[in-house]
């Protein structure tokens, strides 16, 4: 029995046993089967990664992995080397700081719709920064990555370099709208420069001259010194052509040797006869080619927008008629299409050509015209004014010297001229006891735009010995307006020597009151066409009113000019004005006629009589 038990207890055993040694057998085979797995999963892991690793790093095109606010995870070879950097100088910035500011909003705008599910992966073309600061074309591509639960991820970024293309893009569009031979502008570019400037002087109501020259004999010379050394004179001439113009004018070579100039924002037609002169001038000068000294001359037709024609055929048609006749006048000249205008041009070349003499011919003179003070009778200074008195013209307006110098610049030193002789002659009548005198000159827009204004001034002003509270700088409100910036630091700097500032022909600008008080100004001339109508038209008489109210207000001195009559007079006596100037008070005088006149000031009642007196001078 109890051997029974013992077998049957043993035979538990062993099927306990057995199924415990099955179920580890099991277990083993389970385990091994995982570790087996995870080894494949790993083995499997670590090829696509170096697969990937080896796709990324070897990769053509430039790939980078981004953080969603743009930082860089991770960059390959191409990538990083196409913007200059390293790997790890590119892990410390953002793929912002590649691109340029204009493009940057567009891109961050796409990148949002990327995350918000609005876009798909997108190509951009655009110019990026290297580090260093060159830029580099490229073709970016940006793709978002999302996680298992469709969460945004990272960005994918691949960067192509198009820079090579883009150079040979440019290359054969400046192939198709350039000159082989002279890298000038061709027809295709002449035609679509002179659309653009047609749309544009329209729009701004601004003229423009179109200039077909033409080098006169020039097939003879290039027969005689052989096809290319014609070729090298052209592209001599081209050179000096470009040379002539500014950067916004267009110089064209239409073939052989016609050129066609474009000039733009022409505002009046001697600064277009003065450039005609310049490339005939140029274009005459010796052209040296294998050692040989050559000469050659050009003749120009000018037409000018809108006056000779409203599209570009009309336009060159009629320079090209102008250039007909420029080639019958005997060559090396140029004429306008209108002929009254190329006579007109002429005459203002000949009359610029005499006043650059001027200055050395003694030729210029001043005429000074008193400012009388209202409450004392006083003359408290004089205006110097400037004349040109010439055997063939006469006397010229100072209106129109300032018109012709400041074209050529020759305004400088003539204003130069003025300022001394103005102080020199002050400092005169300051010595002969007229102390409290003072004298104004009047300045252009060419002198302000002169760095060494102020300094010229101040050396001025040192040189003769006069304080500079005696000095009076007369500016137009107009030019102020012009270049408000410049003038007024010129006015600040004037201030700062102690010279005294007027606002000449007030009232026909629109200056601020608020500039008035700020620069300080020291006094305000109410311009003559005011002063003029007081008597006989409301308006007028209402503006006057208001200026002095404001100008005394603001503790300026107010100066009426044109002051002719006793009934203007008396207006502005009521109207609190505290200075005028004008024949009423005397005409400008020569020097010596005003010496006389501060020595006797006549009282205002005779004033009218002493006109016509002082007017036989
Ligand atoms: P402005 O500064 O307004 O000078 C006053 C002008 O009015 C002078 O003309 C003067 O002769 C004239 N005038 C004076 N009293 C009367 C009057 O009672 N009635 C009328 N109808 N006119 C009167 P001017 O001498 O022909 O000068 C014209 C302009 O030329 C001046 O106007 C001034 O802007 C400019 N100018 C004169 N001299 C110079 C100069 O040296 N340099 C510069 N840049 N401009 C000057
Ligand atoms: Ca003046
Ligand atoms: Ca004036």
């Not at 679509?192 to 020259?213: D, G, P, T, W, Y």
């Not at 592209?235 to 052509?241: G, H, N, T, V």
């Not at 037409?303 to 048609?317: C, E, F, V």
Request: hydrophobic fraction near 40%.
């Amino acid at each position: 029995m109890a051997l029974v038990v013992y077998y049957i207890i043993g035979s538990v055993l062993v099927i306990l046993l057995g199924a415990l040694a099955y179920r580890v057998l099991v277990m083993r085979r389970r385990v091994n089967e995982l570790l087996n797995q995870q080894t494949i999963t790993e083995t499997r892991l670590y090829d696509y990664q170096t697969r990937f690793d080896t796709v990324f790093g070897l990769a053509n095109i430039g790939i980078a992995l981004t953080n969603l606010d743009g930082s860089f995870i991770k960059t390959n070879k191409t990538f990083y080397e196409l913007f200059n950097y390293n790997e790890d100088e590119l892990l410390t910035i953002n793929i912002f700081q590649l691109m340029h500011a204009a493009d940057l909003a567009n891109f961050q705008t796409f990148m949002q719709h990327l995350i918000e599910n609005k876009a798909q992966s997108q190509q951009f073309e655009l110019q990026c920064s290297q580090k260093g600061g060159e830029n580099v074309w490229v073709i970016i591509t940006i793709a978002l990555i999302r996680d298992n639960q469709s969460r945004p991820s990272y960005f994918v970024v691949q960067v192509q370099n198009i820079s090579s293309q883009k150079k040979a893009e440019e290359k054969l569009r400046h192939m198709a709208y350039h000159d082989p031979l002279t890298g000038l502008a061709n027809r295709n570019k002449l035609e679509q420069f002179v659309n653009h400037i047609l749309a544009s002087s329209r729009r701004h109501q601004q003229n423009f001259a179109l200039l077909f020259l033409d080098l006169d004999r020039f097939k003879n010379i290039n027969d005689t010194i052989g096809h290319e050394a014609g070729d090298a004179l052209l592209q001599i001439i081209a050179e000096r052509l470009r040379s002539t113009v500014r950067t916004t004018d267009l110089v064209a070579r239409l073939g052989g040797d016609e050129f066609v100039l474009v000039i733009t924002d022409v505002k009046r037609t001697e600064a277009v006869a003065l450039i005609a002169q310049k490339i005939l001038d140029t274009v005459l000068q010796a052209i040296v080619i294998k050692g040989q000294e050559l000469y050659i001359t050009t003749s120009i037709g000018i037409s000018l927008y809108p006056y000779d024609g409203q599209n570009m055929q009309a336009l060159m048609k009629n320079a090209d008629l102008a250039l007909y006749r420029a080639k019958d006048h005997g060559r090396n000249n140029y004429q306008f299409y209108t002929i009254e205008m190329t006579g007109r041009a002429h005459e203002r070349m000949a009359m610029q050509n005499a006043l650059a003499h001027a200055l050395a011919k003694n030729e210029f003179f001043l005429h000074y015209q008193p400012k009388m003070s209202i409450d004392s009778r006083a003359i408290t200074g004089v205006e110097a004014l400037l004349r040109w008195q010439n055997k063939e013209y006469g006397m010229i307006t100072p209106d129109e010297i300032v018109a012709l110098a400041e074209e050529t610049g020759l305004i400088v030193p003539v204003s130069e001229w003025v300022l001394d002789t103005a102080c020199r002659q002050l400092k005169d009548w300051h010595e002969m006891g007229y102390t409290s005198l003072t004298i104004a000159v009047n300045c252009s827009p060419r002198q302000f735009k002169q760095s060494t204004f102020t300094d010229d001034v101040l050396s001025t002003i040192s040189r003769v010995g006069l304080p500079a509270a005696s000095l009076e700088i007369e500016v137009t409100e107009k030019l102020i307006m012009e270049d408000p910036e410049n003038t007024l630091r010129v006015l600040y700097a004037l201030k700062d020597l102690g010279v005294k500032i007027v606002i000449d022909d007030f009232g026909t600008g629109y200056w601020s009151l608020n500039n008035l008080r700020r620069l300080s100004v020291d006094k305000i001339k109410i311009d003559k066409s005011f002063v003029k109508q007081v008597t006989v038209d409301e308006t007028s008489a209402s503006i006057v009113s208001a200026i002095i109210a404001m100008v005394n207000k603001l503790g300026i001195v107010s100066v009426a000019e044109g002051v002719e009559t006793r009934e203007q007079y008396e207006f502005l006596v009521h109207e609190g004005c505290m200075e005028i100037q004008g024949y009423y008070v005397a005409q400008p005088l020569a020097a010596a006629d005003m010496t006389q006149f501060i020595s006797h000031p006549v009282p205002v009642a005779e004033m009218i009589n002493g006109k016509s007196e002082l007017e036989t001078q």
